[in-house]
């Protein structure tokens, strides 16, 4: 197994600064890149040169964190990169010219305070903390994700469009799917730097597309979805075309999601698992799906960010927009696959590939714990079709709905204790003062639609 799936229950250590400056050398490396992400989930990184390498392993590289959206004030600008030696890979070559540049490798990075104490905005460190919580408590949390993306061409002028690159629909062969090449291709770089790639395939809308990797621990996921979105946007660019993670880039067509199926364990057992149970599920399992739901209105701000998050939650393109859960339809929020055993877990179908990878699995995994930690019991699973059932249907089956835009998604959000105490104060103040910011600049901008409905008309 290599680095890069290696479970974090597994008894092996991580790699040393001299086994990491070993690889370094001998993979004739000559720039290193520490990564990290911003509250929002703008990956950045600083990159070194060969010299500084053993600076870096050391964890003394510094940058401004006042220039990083939501860190920090100009006056307490410093900030550590202590990198994370088990995340480190050498990247394949995307190009020829790339190559002859020489070899790049990526460390992922946790942000730290100049005296070396964790830095609270650090969106890792929110998850690491809540990843501690399940472990005290006798739980590991794995994650598998099924990001869904869009392939665009670009203009003569190399600007973005929204003109897909093909007409493919669901499952699709070539030459109809276009991007069959391209999937491979991404599957290919991610391979060769230590994915196990389960699925890849043609979505629903034209031009979109899926690349499912195998479920590892939560922080090891987090990580992951940061690489693949880097890779799949470079990868694109190699082929002239853009690759766009909006959850919503077209009318009428089904939006982009990002599907997490999620699962405890406990001593290396399935702690979802019961074939006794209701649906061969554990009371634990139980918990955990009525915490996500109770909590459901206040983590859609951080699993669904975006102005445009909310033209993908609206019924009739598959995405929920309901707050159950089911064994067999897809229109519920929580989904039961069929399988059991090691398999058993719960698929959350709202979150969308704009997200902050870590934000996202912190705050999904905070409602689950809690859901354990108060006894939570979930309401009675719903097997029909929800988006067929009447209002005073969804009534009696004590079915919510899920926020309607950004704005009251942000305001559910700030009424949720458990999940803005999973946050941590610095995130949570700068997240929604981000956001309120956002929602505002989007509502005092006239739209198109709007004068092509209302100017010839009022």
């Known amino acids: 197994m290599s680095r890069q799936t290696k479970s974090t229950s597994d008894s092996s250590q991580p790699p040393s600064r001299e086994s990491v400056l070993a690889e370094l050398q001998?993979?004739?490396?000559?720039?290193?890149?520490?990564?990290?992400?911003?509250?929002?989930?703008?990956?950045?990184?600083?990159?070194?040169?060969?010299?500084?390498?053993?600076?870096?392993?050391?964890g003394d590289v510094t940058f401004d964190g006042s220039a990083v959206e939501g860190f920090t004030r100009v006056e307490e600008s410093d900030m550590l990169l202590r990198p994370d030696l088990s995340t480190f890979l050498i990247y394949p070559?995307?190009?020829?010219?790339?190559?002859?540049?020489?070899?790049?490798?990526?460390?992922?990075?946790?942000?730290?305070?100049?005296?070396?104490?964790?830095?609270?905005?650090?969106?890792?460190?929110?998850?690491?903390?809540?990843?501690?919580?399940?472990?005290?408590l006798g739980f590991e949390m794995f994650v598998g994700t099924e990001p869904e993306?869009?392939?665009?061409?670009?203009?003569?002028?190399?600007?973005?469009?929204?003109?897909?690159?093909?007409?493919?629909?669901?499952?699709?062969?070539?030459?109809?799917?276009?991007?069959?090449?391209?999937?491979?291709?991404?599957?290919?770089?991610l391979v060769e730097m230590g994915f196990e790639i389960e699925a890849a395939h043609h979505e629903v809308a034209?031009?979109?597309?899926?690349?499912?990797?195998?479920?590892?621990?939560?922080?090891?996921?987090?990580?992951?979805?940061?690489?693949?979105?880097?890779?799949?946007?470079?990868?694109?660019?190699?082929?002239?075309?853009?690759?766009?993670?909006?959850?919503?880039?077209?009318?009428?067509?089904?939006?982009?999601?990002?599907?997490?199926?999620?699962?405890?364990?406990?001593?290396?057992?399935?702690?979802?698992?019961?074939?006794?149970?209701?649906?061969?599920?554990?009371?634990t399992a139980e918990q955990f799906i009525a915490g996500v739901l109770d909590h459901a209105q206040g983590i859609t701000a951080i699993t669904n960010p975006l102005v445009n998050s909310y033209k993908r939650l609206v019924p009739?393109?598959?995405?929920?927009?309901?707050?159950?859960?089911?064994?067999?339809?897809?229109?519920?929020?929580?989904?039961?696959?069929?399988?059991?055993?090691?398999?058993?877990?719960?698929?959350?179908?709202?979150?969308?590939?704009?997200?902050?990878?870590?934000?996202?699995l912190a705050v999904m995994l905070a409602a689950g714990l809690d859901g354990i930690e108060q006894k939570m019991e979930p309401p009675p699973a719903i097997q029909r079709n929800i988006?067929?059932?009447?209002?005073?249907?969804?009534?009696?089956?004590?079915?919510?709905?899920?926020?309607?835009?950004?704005?009251?998604?942000v305001e559910e959000l700030q009424k949720d204790t458990v999940i803005a105490q999973a946050l941590g104060d610095h995130v949570l103040d700068h997240f929604v003062e981000a956001k309120l910011a956002e929602w505002r600049e989007y509502s005092s901008t006239v739209h198109p639609w709007e004068l092509e409905r209302y100017l010839d008309l009022i």
């Open 26 to 58: 001998q993979g004739e490396v000559k720039f290193l890149r520490l990564q990290f992400t911003d509250i929002l989930g703008t990956t950045k990184n600083v990159e070194v040169p060969k010299s500084q390498f053993f600076k870096a392993l050391n």
């Open 93 to 136: 070559q995307f190009s020829r010219e790339e190559g002859e540049r020489g070899r790049v490798a990526r460390l992922i990075c946790d942000v730290a305070l100049p005296d070396g104490t964790p830095f609270t905005g650090d969106p890792r460190h929110v998850l690491k903390t809540q990843v501690e919580r399940a472990r005290a």
């Open 149 to 189: 993306f869009f392939l665009f061409e670009r203009t003569a002028t190399g600007l973005g469009s929204t003109v897909t690159h093909d007409k493919a629909g669901y499952f699709d062969l070539a030459p109809i799917d276009k991007g069959e090449r391209i999937r491979r291709e991404i599957a290919n770089k």
């Open 206 to 283: 034209p031009g979109q597309h899926e690349i499912d990797f195998r479920y590892a621990p939560a922080l090891e996921t987090a990580d992951r979805i940061a690489t693949f979105k880097f890779v799949v946007k470079r990868v694109a660019l190699e082929y002239g075309l853009l690759a766009s993670f909006l959850p919503k880039p077209m009318p009428g067509v089904n939006g982009s999601g990002m599907h997490c199926h999620l699962s405890l364990f406990r001593g290396g057992e399935n702690a979802f698992a019961d074939p006794s149970g209701d649906h061969g599920l554990s009371r």
């Open 316 to 360: 009739g393109f598959e995405a929920p927009v309901n707050i159950a859960w089911s064994t067999s339809n897809r229109s519920a929020l929580i989904r039961i696959p069929a399988k059991r055993g090691n398999s058993t877990r719960a698929e959350v179908r709202m979150p969308d590939p704009s997200c902050n990878p870590y934000l996202a």
């Open 387 to 409: 988006f067929r059932m009447t209002v005073r249907e969804k009534r009696h089956h004590r079915v919510k709905e899920l926020p309607t835009d950004l704005r009251e998604a």
